[in-house]
């Protein structure tokens, strides 16, 4: 099974501050990857998926990038909408399989 | 709109068995593959199951294989994930979920049903 180790587990930042979460995958998975947002008591909601592709209605201050297995999710200037948990996703392979999750919130 | 709206959750005893429903509206049921996901409580999101817009094919995690069954039934726009052998480690929220262009992204997400394993 591929492996997704995301972080950090949790990660305090300031309005309009710039946010990075990343993903390392435990073996090559190309563009095969996804990121969803879950807000508190919500159902998660993609953020990107091909690693770099943002989803429809996505403030476009949410970007993805791909360095080799490494992945990340960047937030360019926080708001306070953004609050709320992060995960990883690879569609490269049966099983599917999420990273452990990024908690955020606002310092 | 797309709308997916889980139901059967509830609580039961270890061993027992419950089947969840997911009634799907606002695009093609019949055409798009079809997943579960579940978060234990306070935890992160495990993948599950997963059954092709035809049925064709079905996988599953490791974790439920041989006591989970995905399927559906694309003239009432249902996908049904039917649980045996329940063990406390299955309490979650369980999400079904529209695939993306049969990428195996989740475009869409339900809002949940509870299931609850306890004696």
């Known amino acids: 099974d591929i492996q997704m180790t995301q972080s950090p587990a949790s990660l305090s930042a300031s309005l309009e501050e710039i946010v990075t979460i990343t993903c390392q995958a435990s073996?090559?998975?190309?563009?095969?990857l996804a990121w969803y947002q879950q807000k508190p008591g919500k159902s998660p909601q993609l953020l990107i998926y091909d690693a770099t592709s943002l989803a429809d209605g996505v403030p476009s201050r949410f970007s993805g990038s791909r360095s080799g297995t490494q992945y990340s999710l960047k937030i360019s200037r926080l708001q306070v909408e953004d609050i709320g948990s992060y995960y990883c996703q690879q569609a490269h392979s049966n099983p599917l399989t999420f990273g452990s999750g990024t908690k955020l919130e606002i310092k | 709109e797309v709308q997916l709206v889980e139901s059967g959750g509830g609580l039961v005893q270890p061993g027992s068995s419950l089947k969840l429903s997911c009634v799907a509206s606002g695009f093609t049921f019949s055409s798009y593959n079809m997943h579960w996901i579940r978060q234990a409580p306070k935890k992160g999101l495990e993948w599950i199951a997963l059954?092709?817009?035809?049925?064709?094919?079905?996988y599953y995690a490791d974790s439920v294989k041989g006591r989970f069954t995905i399927s559906r039934d694309n003239s009432k726009n249902t996908l049904y994930l039917e649980m045996n052998s329940l063990r406390s480690e299955d309490t979650a929220r369980y999400y079904c979920?529209?695939?993306?262009?049969?990428?195996?992204?989740?475009?869409?997400w339900g809002q949940g049903v509870m299931v609850t394993v306890s004696s």
């Open positions: 073996q090559d998975i190309g563009n095969w």
């Open positions: 059954i092709y817009y035809d049925s064709s094919n079905k």
């Open positions: 979920a529209k695939d993306y262009s049969a990428l195996y992204y989740f475009d869409y």
